[in-house]
């Protein structure tokens, strides 16, 4: 990574001066077009401000990237537009991480997703969600705000990683009724997970992977009285059936790994259990000082696998299950009360409820009266409401201080339980981990920016969060941004962040193999990061440098042999578990390394490309070992490149991802022989996007994508003791879509 | 009696929050930073000949917007050096009273632009007819300002500040600018 970082530095003393030079010889509008490349984002500092002067490493996808490119969903637009971040999908939900720092199982707990500001992650479990199951319509985002590192200063807990902000389209942007049909197709895998050849017979149809999405959306201006007020919104359903997925059979004794393979026999090809049927409705109504906004998302899906720490599932069962719902309402308020004065205020309430169901034909996970299997249920469910008041004042003649100050409280009901159910009638046979619990939180924060000349900027805050169950924590942020040269901007940054351990996590039971943790704390990461943008004309680079320092990070541990019988004997796991594990925060991660970024246009415009690198050294330490960090790669980027062809021509996009290898999620599990890797990966994505000539009302969109790799870092267990019997999942390699959509 | 006390209470909060003005999108000092280079392009009226670039900000005291914005955009001007590569420039606050007595100040006191805060929705329209044929570069802190008259705006699509620019409008008021800015610029008629 030292070399990377000396040939990057090499790059950039080259392209600097050389950049300048053309700027002065032929670009008369260069400083112009340079304004008109700032981004303006709102996330980091929640006001308005360019990305330039923000205080943290920032960057704006816009909508025009996400049309160009053939993007679809929030981890699509990580991956192949994003810097720092990524996303790793494990053939439904994708895990989020950032600049190397991955928890496997998390659910996208450590990443903070906002919609238009409001905290979208469950608060019964942390979870976020960026696949289809966030439920946003692709054609009604305006921009994703993307902020890598620590948030907790603004945001308070689950910024760990960083903070995503989607914003939504103003009626200005998305204008009159939208009318949107997409439909997508991929080829089934063989066994070595090559695509099959379209073949003429009655079977191909049915194995190539299908999906489609229809949707309808609004954007109307209107007046109530001499109020101007908007609404936008789209309500859309999206139905996916996954490609038939080959999976190399691997032999176990005799186990009965359901109706679709043979007695002892693990593998063969999955086509009825890799699926998503998710309705989801987002709407803004704005009215002067008012917006409202309601979003609602329904998902019923089920994945071809189970992972080595899940229940394990029938070989291709279609009834293994995950129903999930969530529906938000937020009421927010702003007011200018005088010229240096103004207010925000916002009212919301959250619920979800998630029911999961997994069938099994062997014993394992079952009842000693169930020898031929059982019905895994859980479910959990949570609602909250809250209220944020913010005020900011700004001082002195020239109004070059500005101190915001919020508060917020929030209260939570939250409730979960597990149960076994049997496998021929469905009905309940036992029940645990019954938890309710009902609490509240609140915080209050402040920051205070001051620039005291045109050139530097100074920013620092910190937010102090109260919770009845887990006790207070203060989050610190300060950050400098200095103007050094004519379009050089140099920033340093350290904040501070911090996940609450989850109600699940705390409190979660079941008397045969977890052990509830109350005591569990918060995890904390502190973070430096230093990093240089300078901007000619139409173009970008950023070079940036960040440490980071986790501590207290929660881990599922197994009890030794000693406080197995101790739980045991005070009642809390069944006398005829051999083994049990507990949420304990045992490990810390060292993570370091460095981002870099380029973007421009040229030709008016026209043609426009970027890439983004990162490079990273990440380790998960506990107690007397190091471990690499899994799933996530050290080595990752992307680069695009797009052409406008004009007037009716269409636009036409390349994308590509690249990841280094990444270590598969069970190689450094107990009794796993040597380091199993998931080999790096090549994504492209062709899009053509533009107007049909004839009736300029209908767009198109058509995209083709192709992975150059075979498999993902997460292992499909087939429920042995040998651990070293797993699989690597598949990667769904190659997907045609075809999209229209029509403005009235 | 509490409930009336209560409908009162939500009544008067609810007409407190509906009657607002329009908020600028693209933030006040990138606007400033913008305007300070597109005033290098303005070809007609000579603005780069000026032995000094005045720069008049209209405000309405009834709207606490539009106080604010005028008062940010007086001190993000403040802040910025000499213009357009060397021409000093000073800025003041105006006080909306009617289009009639705008159109007057800013023949007497040569305003070669003119800054247009957010509340001033209503007059827009008022103040673009009484300028016709006055040669001054009005702008909209506010995208919306542009279809209503004034003549350049900037509005934010997708997070990136975009220029907004009334052709029209400008022929009236006899402002031209390079051709190298324009195509930086959404038209409109």
């Known amino acids: ?96 991480g950032s600049r190397g720092v991955l928890f496997t199982y998390d659910a996208g707990k450590h990443i903070l997703l906002l919609i238009d500001g409001h905290v979208t992650n469950d608060q019964r479990n942390g979870a976020s969600f960026h696949s289809y199951g966030a439920g946003i319509p692709i054609e009604l985002i305006d921009h994703i705000e993307i902020m890598l590192g620590p948030g907790s200063v603004l945001y308070g807990a689950n910024a760990t990683l960083g903070v995503v902000n989607v914003v939504t389209k103003s009626a200005k942007d998305y204008h009159g009724l939208q009318l949107i049909a997409e439909s997508a197709f991929s080829p089934p895998e063989n066994q070595a997970h090559q695509p099959i050849a379209p073949r003429l017979d009655s079977q191909y149809p049915r194995q190539v992977g299908r999906g489609y999405r229809i949707g309808v959306g609004l954007g109307y201006n209107f007046h109530l009285g001499d109020t101007p007020a908007e609404l936008t919104g789209q309500l859309e359903y999206f139905d996916f059936t996954g490609p ?27 086509q009825r259990s890799y699926f998503q049927r998710i309705p989801s409705g987002y709407l803004r109504l704005q009215a002067g000082n008012w917006q409202l906004t309601l979003h609602g998302v329904f998902t019923h899906a089920s994945k071809p696998y189970s992972r080595v720490q899940e229940f394990l599932r029938d070989f291709d069962d279609p009834h293994s299950t995950t129903d999930r719902g969530y529906g938000a309402i937020d009421l927010g308020w702003n007011r200018v009360i005088s010229s240096r004065t103004s207010m925000v205020a916002r009212f919301y309430g959250d619920a979800s409820d998630e029911g999961n169901r997994i069938r099994g034909s062997t014993f394992l996970g079952c009842l000693g009266s169930q020898p031929n299997g059982c019905i895994r249920t859980s479910h959990g469910a949570a609602q909250w409401f809250g209220t944020e008041l913010q005020t900011t004042v700004k001082w002195l003649a020239d109004l070059s201080m500005a101190s915001m100050v919020g508060v917020e409280a929030r209260v ?79 920033k340093v940054v350290y904040s501070e962040a ?247 | 009696m509490a409930r009336s006390v209560l409908l009162s209470l939500a009544g008067v909060v609810l007409w407190w929050g509906l009657a607002r003005a329009e908020s600028p999108g693209v933030p006040l000092q990138l606007q400033v930073d913008l305007c300070n280079k597109v005033i290098e392009y303005i070809q007609q009226p000579p603005v780069l000949s000026l032995d000094r670039i005045r720069i008049g900000i209209v405000v309405k005291r009834s709207s606490p917007e539009s106080m604010r914005a005028g008062a940010e955009l007086k001190a993000a001007f403040d802040r910025v050096g000499p213009m357009a590569g060397g021409s000093p420039h000073d800025q003041s606050i105006i006080e909306w009273s009617s289009a009639q007595t705008l159109a007057e100040l800013t023949r007497s006191q040569r305003l070669a632009v003119l800054y247009f805060t957010p509340g001033l929705d209503g007059e827009i329209g008022s103040s673009a007819a009484a300028l016709v044929g006055q040669r001054v570069m009005t702008i909209g802190a506010v995208d919306s300002f542009v279809r209503g008259g004034v003549i350049l705006g900037f509005e934010l699509v997708s997070g990136h500040p975009k220029m907004v620019f009334n052709l029209k409008q400008a022929k009236k008021q006899e402002v031209v600018l390079r051709a190298a800015v324009m195509k930086l610029m959404r038209i409109v008629e």
Do not use: C
């Open chain 1, 412 to 490: 939570r009901r939250v409730n979960f339980e597990s149960g076994i159910s049997d496998l021929a009638t469905g009905l309940p046979v036992d029940e645990f981990a019954t938890y309710r619990a009902v609490s509240s939180n609140g915080a209050l924060y402040g920051q205070q920016v001051y620039s005291p000349f045109p050139a530097l900027a100074l920013n620092a805050g910190g937010r102090w969060d109260w919770d009845n169950q887990l006790g207070q924590r203060l989050s610190p942020r300060a950050a400098a941004t200095a103007e050094v040269w004519h379009g050089g901007t140099a």
């Open chain 1, 244 to 270: 038939q997925l080959g999976w190399t059979p691997i032999s176990n004794g005799n186990f009965n790994y359901g109706p679709y393979t043979p007695i002892g026999v693990w593998g063969g090809n999955t």
């Open chain 1, 1 to 96: 990574m030292r070399k990377l970082a000396v040939t990057l530095g090499i790059l950039f003393a080259t392209w600097l001066p050389a950049a300048a030079a053309r700027a002065q010889d032929v670009s008369d509008t260069s400083d112009l077009d340079a304004l008109l490349g700032e981004t303006v984002s709102s996330t980091a500092s929640k006001s308005a401000q360019t990305s330039t002067t923000v205080p943290a490493t920032a960057i704006n996808v816009t909508a025009e990237d996400l049309r160009r490119y053939g993007i679809r969903t929030l981890a699509d637009a990580y991956n192949f537009l994003g810097l720092g971040i990524i996303a790793e999908d494990g053939l439904g939900q994708a895990e989020i």
């Open chain 1, 498 to 744: 911090f996940r609450a351990p989850t109600f699940e996590e705390r409190n979660l039971t079941n008397r045969y193999r977890v052990l509830a943790a109350p005591m569990l704390s918060p995890e904390i990461v502190r973070s430096f990061e230093a990093s240089f943008q300078q901007r000619i004309g139409r173009q970008r680079m950023l070079v940036g440098v960040f440490r980071s320092w986790w501590s207290n990070v929660v881990q599922s541990e197994r009890l030794s042999q000693a406080e197995l019988s101790a739980a045991q004997r005070a009642g809390l796991i069944d006398s005829s578990a051999v083994s049990a594990s507990q949420f304990r925060n045992v490990a810390r991660v060292d993570n370091y390394g460095l981002n870099a970024s380029y973007e421009g246009s040229l030709r008016d415009g026209r043609l426009s490309y970027g890439a983004n690198l990162t490079a990273t050294y990440a380790r998960l330490i506990t107690a007397g070992r190091t471990e690499l960090m899994s799933v996530t790669p050290s080595l990752f980027g992307n680069a695009r490149v797009s052409y406008d062809f004009g007037g009716a021509r269409p636009v036409v996009g390349f994308v590509s991802q690249v990841t280094g290898r990444r270590l598969a999620d069970y190689s450094q599990d107990p009794g796993v022989i040597g380091m199993h890797y998931a080999p790096p990966t090549i994504d492209f994505r062709l899009t053509g996007s533009g107007q049909i000539p004839w009736l300029r009302a209908l767009q198109y969109r058509i995209s083709a994508d192709y992975a150059v790799t075979t498999t993902n870092p997460y292992a499909a267990s087939t429920g042995g003791a040998d651990p070293n019997k797993v699989e690597l999942i598949p990667v769904n390699r190659a997907t045609v879509l075809f999209g229209l959509q029509y403005g009235f």
